[in-house]
């Protein structure tokens, strides 16, 4: 019987000791599990909409990358894209090639540690890099009210905050998240995540500060996001909202004529 207790002691201690090594290595990796930045995802596209390469500071003296596309300042809006956890610019040549057929003029920036920029991606250091845009725009002599967000995965939790308590025409939001917390209980359901992660992009707390109209876009066979988290964003969204959501989408939903014109659609009833 002592020797049954022993050994079921050990047995106690070295699973202990396990799952605090676990503990550990999510806790001081935990961004690198989560930033991406040389993952491709689509590759070998070309860019069939011009573009200009600009530099756009931030207040902790990084210079990011972003590409901008400038069609008519006076009479179109301007989309401010926020990019996902994983790939550089040229992974989204899929979806800008579209833009160029939407009145619309856009700025998208690659994140610190991403497309060659310096740095550390990091939730606060996310945040700044967003407003850093959003300035660049509005020293250009583009107003607040005719800059529209756009945020796909990751870029949503950037979007929500910065669209907090402001007057932007619009904000679009693609395949987002109820928070990162939520994110990370589905693929570490015995982690106690809520205290060990430091990013946490808390977007369902967000939206009730948003009074821009939105535009929520899901798909059902999302298996990074769950779809019940776009959805449950839409439903705590304020009016006026407008949702995209499709059966047969997964994570990286497809830019196709049915998408495109739920994008034209909404920027419509901005105007």
Do not use: C
């Amino acid at each position: 019987m002592n020797n049954l207790r022993t050994n079921l002691l050990k047995f106690f201690l070295i699973i202990l000791f396990l799952y605090l090594v676990i503990l550990f290595f999510l806790f001081f990796y935990q961004r690198n599990l989560l930033y991406h930045p040389n993952e491709n995802n689509y590759y070998g596209d070309k860019l069939t909409v011009d573009i200009k390469k600009v530099k756009i500071s931030t207040a902790d003296n990084i210079e990011l990358l972003a590409w901008y596309h400038e069609k008519n300042l006076k009479d179109y809006k301007t989309i401010l894209y926020f990019h996902g956890n994983a790939g550089s610019l040229e992974n989204r040549i899929h979806k800008l090639n579209h833009f160029k057929n939407l009145d619309i003029n856009f700025l998208i920036i690659a994140w610190r540690g991403f497309s060659g920029n310096e740095g550390k991606p990091s939730e606060n250091g996310l945040y700044e890099d967003g407003e850093s845009a959003v300035k660049w725009l509005l020293n250009k002599g583009i107003e607040e009210k005719n800059i529209i967000l756009y945020g796909e995965s990751l870029g949503t939790g950037i979007a929500t905050h910065i669209s907090q308590n402001k007057n932007f025409a619009g904000v679009i939001l693609e395949t987002p998240f109820t928070s990162m917390v939520d994110v990370a209980k589905t693929f570490y359901p015995y982690i106690p995540v809520s205290l060990v992660l430091k990013d946490k992009f808390e977007n369902k707390k967000k939206m009730k500060n948003i009074s821009s109209p939105i535009l929520v876009m899901h798909g059902e066979l999302d298996q990074i996001v769950p779809f019940r988290m776009g959805e449950k964003i839409y439903k705590i969204a304020n009016n006026p909202k407008y949702s995209y959501f499709t059966k047969y989408d997964n994570h990286m939903m497809e830019y196709d004529e049915n998408l495109i014109r739920a994008l034209e659609s909404f920027l419509k009833s901005l105007n």
